[in-house]
T-cell receptor, first 110, second 112 residues
Framework: DVKVTQSSRYLVKRTGEKVFLECVQD?????MFWYRQDPGLGLRLIYF???????EKGDIPEGYSVSREKKERFSLILESASTNQTSMYLC?????????FGPGTRLTVT | RKEVEQDPGPFNVPEGATVAFNCTYS??????FFWYRQDCRKEPKLLMS???SGNEDGRFTAQLNRASQYISLLIRDSKLSDSATYLC?????????????FGQGTTLQVKP
């Protein structure tokens, strides 16, 4: 069964900490995405990658960076977590058409 | 203006009703279109792709109007299990470098 996995379902971090969210897909997809989802705002694209070591900013990249060293893995990094980054983070991958999502990581920054 | 816009609802309908959702997109170069379903506290899952000629999957019908830049989803004979949030998705890329942009989602509540 093909899938996208995320390293944690729930995460609690303190303000100022560096946070790593990991995403792995086993479908050999070229494209990978990081979104955050907040009530009333829907899914907003943070970053996406269409190839290894390639990345493009989405709509809300401020405060985030990404890393894609291998095709199957796409990491989202919060350099210095802030309370306004408390959210549900969803990773997805696609071969160019529809995307498949991971289960999400609910991050709370206190 | 948002790239993909949907009426957030909620749409409250009785079982057996027919309900339709619309979605508009701003990028005329968009290549492909989808409807996703998201249940509470779950990740979005692909419901169906949307083709130019319109397509049907059981009780669900999706249509695309490129000239007016909108997409629709029609659900016939609504079931309680159809209660969810329906997300309109537009792929704004070309070839294999597609960027998936989501609408805010439309919430459907089907009542007995």
């Amino acid at each position: 069964d093909v899938k996208v996995t995320q390293s944690s379902r729930y995460l609690v971090k303190r303000t100022g900490e560096k946070v790593f969210l990991e995403c792995v897909q086993d479908m050999d997809h070229e494209n990978m995405f990081w979104y955050r989802q907040d009530p009333g705002l829907g899914l907003r694209l943070i970053y996406f990658s269409y190839d290894v070591k390639m990345k493009e900013k989405g709509d809300i990249p401020e405060g985030y960076s990404v890393s894609r060293e291998k095709k199957e893995r796409f990491s989202l990094i919060l350099e210095s977590a802030s309370t306004n980054q408390t959210s549900m983070y969803l990773c997805a991958s696609s071969s160019g058409l529809a995307g498949v999502f991971g289960p999400g990581t609910r991050l709370t920054v206190t | 203006r948002k790239e993909v816009e949907q009426d957030p609802g909620p749409f409250n309908v009785p079982e057996g009703a027919t309900v339709a959702f619309n979605c508009t997109y701003s990028n005329s170069a968009s290549q492909s279109f989808f409807w996703y379903r998201q249940d509470c506290r779950k990740e979005p899952k692909l419901l169906m792709s949307v083709y130019s000629s319109g397509n049907e999957d059981g009780r669900f019908t999706a249509q695309l109007n490129r000239a007016s830049q909108y997409i629709s989803l029609l659900i016939r004979d609504s079931k309680l299990s159809d209660s969810a949030t329906y997300l309109c998705v537009v792929n704004t890329g070309s070839g294999n470098t597609g960027k998936l942009i989501f609408g805010q989602g439309t919430t459907l509540q089907v009542k007995p």
